[in-house]
């Protein structure tokens, strides 16, 4: 069963990998750039905070369209960037981002007659029949809406627009049918106007069930008209993204070249075909016809994890792809685990145990910590996913898939290709499947037996120490924020003949800029946008040197594209997302377990700030993503350790906590070295290869990578091993209800010689 499963997921794979075309986001093949102007209301005026709102409002707008991994950033005083990667529609995105969407609702006092003037406070507006009707002063904005939703209508054709009031917001609807169910049926004055930028989009009257004084309880309604679903949807992306404070003007629209040169992507290809390649060969070698099993499963799950993005409509970027880098971490992860695990059910049963009931039970004992360490990541994902905007969003998306296809990959797929292997010859040789005897690691240390933690203070001096002297870069040195979050200049230069974006893009990294973006800005222009310089001179030369011509044609400083309400919500979430995992790991271990942990994951965030800030490198959006990989890693490390720990807890309940944590940490680390080690090859060919950002990503990944895996050593296990003693239990299995049925395995019973 699991063959044919794992058969039809693969076919399914192939199947969508060839006959659907990627999405790829702005930094990866360009897309399309609209520049808006904001313009002074009666209400507002059109100054840096007026078109920060707009922006926040725009960048909903924008997530509410689909638009993946999207780029908005202020630019001067009054304009807006707006950069949008897969969107197939240009001119229909401008038409919808850039309405100012002012909602109002209004009671109708009657039918316009012809001859006649509104009053004071009053004004005439045609519905979409044509119709011209009198209505009175606004009695509810669009702020007193909390959300819009489109779907099918139930008692007709086309589809409608659901509207949920706030509470203030349905106490006004409320007041308003109200006094319109006091009107006669089929009088306008029944009648209430539902106004979008000074249009009736839907002037509906009250049902006759309204009784008067009222009105429509329950803080709900909905916009009928008859919509296509487009326009349904359309609408309710309005609504529920909120009034613009300031109206906007589209001044420029054009098509823009990718941020990430063909060198870099070229380079990121080779790196991650180099790295998988290492990791293939370094399976092989270590676990034999087992590890080719695993690579034959890795290169499924790559297959499953691309075949899962194109099947929702992810949007491929640099940022996202990081998700899927510690999505195929954790797939070795899992692998090296229940091979490991595995050879301790063979080597530690009798004599006549074959190897099929070896492997059966190295999977039963690896899934918890298989299943508890992808839990904790997908708790964190799903709540970036959901609170999260912008790259950190497309990394919990990305990250999800791979999780699940991570999982796939061991549970269903490794597990059946393992089983058909070892029925045939190799049941007769179990040595030839590197499953039959321990590595040389996993010997040493046996012999050895090291007591780790019977002074457990002592680690934590030393790593207390190492996180000081590295965290201390962030005050010594200061810490270099990329021009996501502290803005810039985009200068734009006419080259009069097509340019090389290559050529430029090293010229100007040549100049002293290297953390410049340059992209193509039509046929015969060039766009530089690099952090905030006096001097743009030398840019300009570098542009002229390898383009031949170069013109200034725009010079304009720019605000963060990560705005502090996207950072605001990216830390919420974030810290949400560390207190899911503290929950669930006190749920499932104990409160002290899941208490090192999250200090753990701390010290490693701190210790790889603290690392980049005294090598000066830049924190950018690439680095928000490689930081929530090292998260995600750490904990991954820690639930594994930890999950051993509770399993020998409850086998040697008379040895204390610390020689369990030490026999624990012990055990495990076969698994923690050869997962860094295939892990560190795919970085390790990254950083080599890859240039400028990739390269940072890269270095960022990898002393997460070292840090994850020695703090769970020299921090997370000394923290539990001190909390215990503070607070005994740590580790210890719940007690469970004795059956009257004996439940010993029939080789552990008292053999009494007794013949039935």
């Not at 969407?101 to 004004?123: C, D, E, R, W």
């Not at 991570?406 to 393992?418: E, G, K």
């Not at 766009?527 to 905030?532: G, L």
């Amino acid at each position: 069963m699991r063959v044919f499963v794992a058969l039809a997921v693969l076919a399914a794979s192939v199947f969508l990998i060839l006959t659907t075309a990627p999405r790829l986001g702005l930094d990866l093949r360009g897309g399309t750039q609209i520049v808006l102007q904001a313009k002074d209301s009666p209400q507002a005026k059109a100054d840096a905070g007026t078109t920060d709102r707009a922006l926040e409002v725009l960048r909903r707008r924008v997530d509410q369209l689909g638009v993946s991994e999207p780029t908005l950033a202020r630019s001067g005083e009054n304009r807006i960037i707006i950069e949008l990667p897969g969107v197939q529609d240009p001119r229909k995105a401008v038409e919808v981002i850039g309405r100012t969407a002012q909602l109002t609702f209004h009671p109708v006092i009657s039918a316009q007659q012809p001859g006649t003037q509104p009053k004071p406070g009053q004004k005439v507006l045609p519905t979409t029949d044509g119709e011209q009707l009198v209505l009175g002063p606004i009695a509810l904005t669009g702020e007193g809406v909390a959300d819009a939703s489109a779907g099918m209508a139930q008692d007709g054709p086309g589809y409608v627009v659901s509207i949920k009031f706030q509470s203030a917001g349905g106490t006004a609807w409320g007041k308003l049918t109200g006094q319109a169910a006091c009107a006669p049926v089929g009088s306008p004055m029944r009648r209430v106007a539902i106004a979008l930028d000074d249009k009736i989009i839907s002037a509906p009257e009250v049902n006759p069930q309204v009784s008067c004084n009222v009105g429509i309880l329950g803080g709900s309604t909905q916009i009928t008209g008859r919509f296509s679903n487009q326009e349904a949807s359309e609408l309710a992306v309005l609504i529920k993204g909120g009034a613009l404070p300031v109206p906007v003007e589209v001044i420029e629209q054009r098509t823009v070249g990718p941020t990430l040169g063909a060198d870099a992507i070229r380079a990121s290809v080779e790196a991650g075909i180099i790295g998988l390649a290492l990791t293939a060969l370094f399976l092989i070698v270590v676990y034999r016809v087992a590890g080719l099993i695993s690579v034959i499963a890795l290169v499924g799950y790559s297959a499953l994890s691309y075949a899962l993005l194109l099947f929702i409509g992810a949007t491929l970027t640099l940022p996202g792809l990081a998700g899927l880098v510690l999505a195929i971490g954790m797939a070795v992860d899992s692998t090296v685990l229940v091979f490991e695990r595995t050879r301790e059910e063979f080597l530690g049963t009798r004599a006549d145990q074959r190897l099929p009931k070896a492997i059966d039970r190295g999977f039963g004992n690896a899934l918890s910590a298989i299943v508890d360490s992808n839990i904790t990541t997908l708790l964190a994902a799903g709540l970036l996913f959901w609170l999260a905007t912008g790259p950190v969003k497309g990394f919990g998306v990305t990250l999800t898939i791979g999780v699940l296809g991570a999982m796939f990959s061991t549970l269903v797929l490794t597990r059946a290709l393992l089983f058909l292997a070892v029925r045939g010859p190799l049941a007769k040789h179990p040595k030839i499947t590197g499953l039959a005897h321990h590595g040389v690691v996993r010997r040493r240390l046996e012999a050895r037996d090291p007591k780790l933690y019977d002074r457990a203070g002592r680690w934590l001096i030393g790593s207390a120490v190492v996180l000081v002297l590295l965290f201390a870069g962030v005050f010594v040195r200061g810490i270099n924020l990329g021009v996501e979050f502290t803005g810039g200049r985009v200068l734009e230069y006419s080259t009069g003949a097509p340019a090389n974006v290559e050529n430029v893009r090293n010229a100007v990294s040549n100049a002293g800029f290297p953390r410049a973006i340059v992209q193509a800005s039509g046929d015969n222009a060039v766009t530089v946008r690099t952090e905030p310089v006096e001097n743009t001179a030398p840019i300009r030369d570098a542009v002229a040197k390898a383009a031949g011509k170069a013109e200034q044609i725009r010079d304009e400083k720019i605000g963060p594209s990560l705005g502090v309400e996207l950072r605001n919500n990216a830390l919420i979430a974030l810290l949400l997302a560390v207190l899911a995992q503290l929950a669930y790991l006190a749920f499932r271990f104990d409160w002290r377990l899941g208490v090192a942990t999250v200090l753990a994951l701390t010290a490693d965030v701190l210790i790889v700030l603290g690392t980049f800030a005294w090598l000066d490198k830049t924190l950018d959006a690439v680095f928000l993503a490689a930081m929530l990989t090292v998260i995600g890693y750490s904990v991954n490390d820690s639930v594994v350790v930890f999950d051993r720990v509770r399993e020998l807890r409850g086998l040697r309940p008379k040895e204390t906590f610390a020689r369990v944590s030490s026999a624990a940490v012990l055990q495990t680390l076969p698994r923690t070295v050869n997962t860094g080690i295939g892990v560190l090859f795919v970085l390790g060919a990254l950083l080599t290869l890859g240039g400028g950002s990739l390269a940072d990503f890269a270095l960022a990944m990898l002393l997460g990578l070292v840090a994850g895996t020695l703090s769970t050593i020299v921090t997370a296990a000394p923290i539990a091993v001190l909390l215990d003693k503070r607070w005994p239990g740590a580790g210890k299995q719940r007690t469970k209800k004795k059956s009257h049925y004996s439940t010993t395995p029939a080789h552990k019973r008292d053999r009494t010689g007794a013949v039935v």
